[in-house]
């Protein structure tokens, strides 16, 4: 396989993960087990809503990264086909309760920003079950 191919490749698989965050709704959650709402200084905010937009901020700085480290849709934004994001083990790394920004990435791991200069640190699934589906074909 060519190297333009590849890249060809690539570009087309962070091009169906882009419409498939921005096919999700801004104004809903799209499945269970996400949060929209918490109590912030200026009363509440759409937490959904920010981890929409990390998830394409995540695409535009590293999902060609992501690509060719291997990882799968489902390993970055799957959910359970019917409990949504309530199973952990069928949540992928970018389906966060709250928005994070994404440091370092490798073959294995995911390096997250948490509010407080933490990191948090998500390990590729060995396997990815069965259940498991793109959130954006939750419940379709």
Not at 58 to 75: I, N, P, R, Y
Not at 105 to 133: F, K, Q, W, Y
Request: glycine share 10%.
């Amino acid at each position: 396989m060519s190297a333009a191919l590849a890249l060809s490749d690539s570009a087309r698989l962070v091009a169906s993960w882009r419409a498939g965050v921005l096919s999700l709704p801004e104004h809903q959650v799209p499945c269970p087990g996400m949060i929209w709402t918490e109590r912030g200084p200026a009363g509440r905010s759409g937490v959904w809503r920010s981890v929409r937009k990390a998830m394409l901020v995540f695409l535009d700085d590293w999902g060609k990264a992501a690509v060719e480290f291997g990882w799968s849709t489902e390993a970055l934004f799957g959910v359970h086909r019917l409990a949504g994001a309530s199973r952990a083990d069928c949540t992928g790394t970018m389906v966060t309760v709250y928005p994070r920004r994404c440091i370092a990435l490798c073959e294995r791991e995911i390096h997250l920003d948490r509010i407080g200069g933490s990191v948090v640190v998500d390990h590729r699934p060995l396997i990815t079950p069965a259940e498991c589906v793109p959130i954006w074909l939750f419940g379709k």
